[in-house]
Nanobody, 121 residues
Framework: QVQLMESGGGLVQPGGSLRLSCAAS????????MSWYRQAPGKQRDLVAR????????NYADSVKGRFTISRDNAKNTVYLQMNSLKPEDTAVYFC??????????????WGQGTLVTVSS
């Protein structure tokens, strides 16, 4: 079965950094588009970053450009989100997503359960 497991969330001060990881199994990771989404309570789930199967193309939400970096290690079946210069408005549950076929810009067809990131003094 397809499984995505996020880790690395926690409490961090404004201006701090955090790295999220998503370990994938049950599908061919190296051909899948991977992404990170986030959702605050009562808010819409929004795209944070997306990365092509080879890692050669990425895109980001305007709100995180220059601060967050998505990367992947296909040998480890893992995608990462490095978050720097964190702001209180980055507080959310962060979800890992996988799109196993189709266009790069499609929504994921598999999701992890999420990891909570809290940015606060």
């Amino acid at each position: 079965q397809v499984q995505l497991m996020e880790s690395g969330g926690g409490l961090v001060q404004p201006g701090g950094s955090l790295r999220l990881s998503c370990a994938a199994s049950g599908f061919i990771f190296s051909t899948a588009v991977m992404s990170w989404y986030r959702q605050a309570p009562g808010k819409q789930r929004d795209l944070v970053a997306r990365i092509a199967s080879t890692g050669g193309y990425t895109n980001y939400a305007d709100s995180v450009k220059g601060r967050f970096t998505i990367s992947r290690d296909n040998a480890k079946n893992t995608v990462y989100l490095q978050m720097n210069s964190l702001k209180p408005e980055d507080t959310a549950v962060y979800f890992c997503g996988a799109r196993r076929s189709g266009n790069y810009y499609l929504l994921p067809d598999a999701w992890g359960q999420g990891t909570l990131v809290t940015v606060s003094s």
